[in-house]
């Protein structure tokens, strides 16, 4: 089992910048890809980031690439997703995950642990 606990949402002005934490419980953190759904009033749950288990691989949606990054610290069992020249557009409750595999990443109804997400609101 994996817990996940998101933290670092909040309101930010357009074009600023938030860092957001992802803390994981469980022996086998390291050997877990992870990543950050997110979801928007009214539409459905987007993939955002995924890195891989040893942080060598990531991968992101064209929407964010380039100005979101994600990285991991395997030594704390956390995950981050930094997030510059924020867009209203991103407005979003995001999700932290897991999943035992790295391939695939994006499609929401393979991930195996989802956090309880954590809500990012960008004004214009």
């Known amino acids: 089992q994996v817990q996940l606990v998101e933290s670092g949402g909040g309101l930010v002005q357009a074009g600023g910048s938030l860092r957001l934490s992802c803390a994981a419980s469980g022996r086998t953190f390291s050997s877990y890809a992870m990543g950050w759904f997110r979801q928007a009033p009214g539409k459905e749950r987007e993939f955002v980031a995924a890195i891989s288990w040893s942080g060598g691989r990531a991968s992101y949606a064209d929407s964010v690439k380039g100005r979101f990054t994600i990285s991991r610290d395997n030594a704390k069992n956390t995950v981050y997703l930094q997030m510059n020249s924020l867009k209203p557009e991103d407005t979003a409750v995001y999700y932290c995950?897991?999943?035992?595999?790295?391939?695939?990443?994006?499609?929401?109804?393979?991930?195996?642990?989802w956090g309880q997400g954590t809500q990012v609101t960008v004004s214009s």
């Open positions: 995950t897991a999943r035992n595999s790295y391939f695939d990443y994006a499609i929401a109804e393979v991930i195996d642990y």
